[in-house]
């Protein structure tokens, strides 16, 4: 629930350490339009990427180091 209720939040940073994302962790962050993630594309899917509802909540783009 890291981020749950940050409405305002528009974009995100997020290191390439970052393992795992709580599903909710972004519930109600409906101005959320961009995830920067500093790891690759890779490590994303497999890594954190594995709750596909994770971002359900937001029409957000994720990009990567490897990948815009």
């Known amino acids: 629930f890291a981020?749950?209720?940050?409405?305002?939040?528009?974009?995100l940073m997020l290191p390439g350490t970052i393992r795992y994302i709580e599903e909710a962790?972004?519930?109600?962050?409906?101005?959320?339009?961009l995830l920067q993630y500093q790891g690759t594309e890779e490590q994303w899917q497999k890594n954190v990427?594995?709750?596909d509802d994770m971002l359900a909540c937001c029409p957000v783009r994720v990009t990567c180091r490897d990948r815009i």
Do not use: I, K, Q, Y
């Not at 981020?3 to 939040?9: D, M, R, T, V």
């Open 49 to 51: 990427d594995a709750d």
């Open 25 to 33: 962790a972004f519930h109600e962050c409906s101005s959320l339009r």
């Open 3 to 11: 981020f749950s209720g940050c409405s305002s939040l528009e974009r």
